[in-house]
């Protein structure tokens, strides 16, 4: 067997075992079916993990595609990273009891200070209450990007596909999709910190661990593919393949590989054990007491 078909047999198997790992823990939480409003957001955020998988191997598939083609795949995983953040912080909602749409928030949670930090201090006040107005704005910024990241895929795909995508557009664009995509992590992150104790017994940091994970290892060993490349580290020794398409093709290997890993930690951080009968039942016993 040569060396591409080595790859593509270590990929087939690894999309496999991120298939497994994923189709395990769905099956799960279907068995266990307790809590719907929790349970959904909880499968959306898991899918995560086999869909980069799935749609890295397809982009392996066709090493010789076009720029087009690869901007399609990767503005499916990119989409769907936004979809997930957004489901992250409503499962996080659901946890805590919160419901914006009836206008529903706790009284012990209500006037909680927000300590914001550089740069948010720049439009926002360093310390402000918690009440329903701040509750909709950490919501608004994590859905903004659900809202910005497909037009601006959309956008680049057309401008690739007629011709017209100079690099000051291409650079623009990343930088709205970065600026975007930190406001709805950073909306998270203050999240967390305002209801780190209350969230405590839901391993919220494991769960917001593989989400920004799998962000973080894509978005910055394409960072460095790129560096690469531009030094001339990573060459192509084919005529009828440039470095450009090496660099996509190593960048689909390692989210194959990865996912793997991510799908296997996802049995923890997403375990259906709190919905199983005697979980429930644990819980249930707890409030009485309480």
């Given at each position: 067997m040569n060396p591409e078909q080595l790859t593509l047999l270590g990929s087939t198997f690894c999309v496999m075992l991120t298939m497994h790992f994923t189709v395990q823990l769905l099956s799960e939480h279907i068995m266990s079916w307790r809590n719907p409003k929790e349970q959904k957001a909880i499968l959306v955020i898991i899918l995560m993990a086999p869909l980069y998988a799935v749609d890295s191997?397809?982009?392996?598939?066709?090493?010789?595609?076009?720029k087009p083609f690869f901007t399609f795949l990767d503005s499916i995983k990119e989409c769907y990273e936004a979809l997930v953040i957004a489901k992250?912080?409503?499962?996080?909602?659901?946890?805590?009891?919160?419901?914006?749409?009836?206008?529903?928030?706790?009284?012990?949670?209500?006037?909680?200070?927000?300590?914001?930090?550089?740069?948010?201090?720049?439009?926002?006040?360093?310390?402000?209450?918690?009440?329903?107005?701040?509750?909709?704005?950490?919501?608004?910024?994590?859905?903004?990007?659900?809202?910005?990241?497909?037009?601006?895929?959309?956008?680049?795909?057309?401008?690739?596909?007629?011709?017209?995508?100079?690099?000051?557009?291409?650079?623009?664009?990343?930088?709205?999709?970065?600026?975007?995509?930190?406001?709805?992590?950073?909306?998270?992150?203050?999240?967390y910190h305002v209801f780190a104790k209350e969230l405590k017994p839901h391993s919220p940091l494991a769960k917001f661990l593989c989400i920004k994970g799998i962000v973080f290892f894509c978005f910055w060993q394409g960072v460095v593919l790129d560096i690469l490349v531009a030094m001339g580290v990573i060459r192509s020794k084919h005529f009828w393949l440039d470095a450009e398409h090496i660099e996509e093709a190593l960048q689909n290997v390692l989210v194959c590989v990865e996912m793997v890993f991510f799908s296997a930690i996802q049995q923890y951080a997403y375990s259906a054990a709190p919905y199983s009968d005697d979980e429930a039942s644990d819980v249930k016993l707890t409030k009485k007491k309480e």
């Open positions: 191997f397809v982009g392996l598939l066709d090493l010789c595609g076009s992250f912080l409503a499962l996080m909602y659901s946890y805590l009891n919160i419901s914006m749409s009836k206008n529903i928030v706790p009284d012990e949670i209500k006037g909680r200070e927000i300590h914001h930090s550089f740069p948010m201090t720049l439009i926002q006040p360093r310390i402000v209450r918690l009440n329903h107005h701040n509750l909709k704005l950490l919501k608004h910024w994590t859905w903004q990007f659900v809202v910005i990241r497909p037009i601006c895929s959309i956008l680049m795909i057309i401008l690739q596909l007629i011709g017209v995508y100079p690099s000051w557009v291409s650079w623009t664009i990343t930088i709205i999709l970065n600026i975007s995509v930190s406001l709805a992590l950073y909306s998270l992150v203050l999240f």
